[in-house]
């Protein structure tokens, strides 16, 4: 029975440890998939595109510059995520364009490129306008996570009314970060590479005195 205690007084804080770790990384997994993502859309479509956090989660979209602060951002969420008018939306993306028909009436395209798109026709679906699309994660309450760009004096808490843009260009460049998922007094961190969005470095920590229990 002694025997038994001991083990088991051992292997319950390491099980901690790992179902910690499993759930510090669940966010930076969505994150690492997202980056990816985001990253080959600013490269295919030559269009600035980003990663914006605040204190719900993490969201991408195509970079705009029509928003100053988290409630005018989130303004902006509501207006993307409303029903759209598909023949509208068609003839929007005609007139962005630049396409003319014949006679130079744009708005005349507008069902040829709706009939393609229901044929499920994927270079009309690339033609569609590309500011509705969004992903996003929603952070688990017992998540912490907090923010290291380059040139931040220190790390930042994603809390209340914060919220960061991370940028990618066309290139595929973005700025050097780093991100922290913090759960109780242990975490996960990520570095990524503002080059490739590839994962540079990674690290799980779990306090000694946990450990030790």
């Known amino acids: 029975m002694t025997i038994i205690v001991v083990i088991v007084g051992v292997a319950i804080p390491a099980m901690q440890g790992v179902s910690d770790e499993r759930n510090a990384r669940k966010p930076i997994d969505a994150l690492a998939d997202m980056v ?5 859309k600013a490269m295919i479509e ?6 914006v956090f605040d204190a719900e989660g993490f969201y991408a979209l195509r970079y705009f510059n029509s928003y100053r602060n988290r409630d005018d951002f ?13 023949e509208g939306v068609a003839t929007d993306t005609v007139e962005r364009s ?17 009939t393609e798109i229901n044929e499920g026709r994927p270079e009309a679906k690339v033609a569609m306008r590309r500011d509705t699309w969004l992903k996003s994660f929603k952070k688990p309450v017992d998540i912490d996570l907090t923010l290291l760009f380059w040139g931040d004096p220190k790390w930042n808490k994603v809390e209340n009314d914060y919220f960061r843009r991370w940028v990618f260009q066309p290139t595929g460049m973005c700025n050097p970060l780093q991100v922290r998922s913090e759960i109780g007094d242990g975490f996960f961190e990520i570095q990524f590479d503002p080059l490739t969005g590839e994962v540079l470095r ?3 920590y779990v306090p000694p005195e946990e450990k030790d229990k």
């Open 36 to 40: 990816q993502e985001v990253r080959s």
């Open 46 to 51: 030559q269009e600035a595109y980003q990663i």
């Open 74 to 86: 989130k303004q902006l969420l509501i207006e993307m995520q409303k029903p759209q008018d598909a």
């Open 98 to 114: 630049g396409a003319t028909t014949g006679d130079g009436q744009v708005v005349e395209a507008a069902p040829n490129l709706l």
């Open 202 to 204: 990674e690290k799980f």
